[in-house]
């Protein structure tokens, strides 16, 4: 495991294979939903449409109560912190970990290289490949300082969202766990089932981040498939 990761965020990955929930809305009522249903981290998002669940969310201003409140259930918490002129600036990277936030994600292609290495700024970096951006660089070859902490394997293009998960798609997600000396989380832009889990496990990845293709988009069918996810994650770990 990478030493860049901090606090909360490296308490998780030491857990084993570890669970996350990607919010569609910062509301902490569904935050608490899918952490009594067995998520082990939350990812919420500001400034910018969820391309998955075409919700929108405000800036850090409008979130940031419903921030603070999510953060206060005591799971580690990852933000995408905007996109373009909504991206947050350096005083405001500092305002979310403030907040309570524990790690960032952005695509490559999205992140300023400055992000990559905040010396004045705890949270720990989480990069998203694409299908059209690999990572090998980034994790291979960049000093411990700029590396980021973890990896999140977003390499289905979108005309690939929401189809069954193929062993082409696992064999990508091997080749990534293998090379990169960073955890690496893979999100469900497949439509992955909880019996795929064992899958995923057996080719190196360190976690499932699961969204509104797999979940919906409203607190009961999250607790549902955070629940259904979770008993699959137990049961391969029981052998």
Avoid at 40 to 69: P, W, Y
Avoid at 102 to 124: E, G, V
Avoid at 153 to 180: C, F, K, M, N, W
Wanted: contains cysteine.
């Amino acid at each position: 495991m990478s030493d860049l990761t901090h606090g909360r965020t490296r308490r998780m990955l030491r857990g084993g294979f570890s669970l996350l929930v990607s919010l569609p809305r910062n509301d902490a009522q569904m935050a608490r939903a899918v952490l009594d249903a067995g998520a082990d981290g939350l990812k919420v998002h500001i400034g910018l449409e969820h391309f998955a669940s075409g919700l929108c969310t405000g800036s850090l201003d409008d979130e940031q109560d419903a921030l603070r409140a999510i953060c206060a259930l005591g799971a580690p918490v990852g933000i995408v912190p905007g996109v373009g002129e909504g991206l947050a600036t350096r005083e405001e990277m500092l305002r979310l970990a403030d907040i309570g936030i524990d790690f960032f994600d952005l695509y490559a292609t999205d992140m300023p290289a400055w992000m990559l290495r905040m010396d004045d700024c705890p949270l720990s970096v989480m990069v998203a490949f694409s299908a059209t951006c690999r990572p090998w660089g980034l994790i291979e070859s960049v000093a411990a300082p700029s590396r980021p902490a973890m990896i999140e394997a977003s390499i289905v293009p979108h005309e690939g969202y929401a189809t069954p998960l193929t062993a082409a798609d696992v064999s990508e997600y091997a080749q990534l766990a293998a090379r990169a000396e960073q955890p690496v989380i893979v999100p469900t832009q497949k439509a992955v089932l909880p019996e795929e889990v064992a899958v995923l496990r057996d080719a190196g990845v360190a976690g499932l981040l699961i969204g509104a293709i797999v979940t919906g988009k409203e607190p009961a069918s999250m607790a549902g498939a955070t629940a259904r996810f979770r008993g699959a994650i137990d049961a391969t770990s029981a052998h």
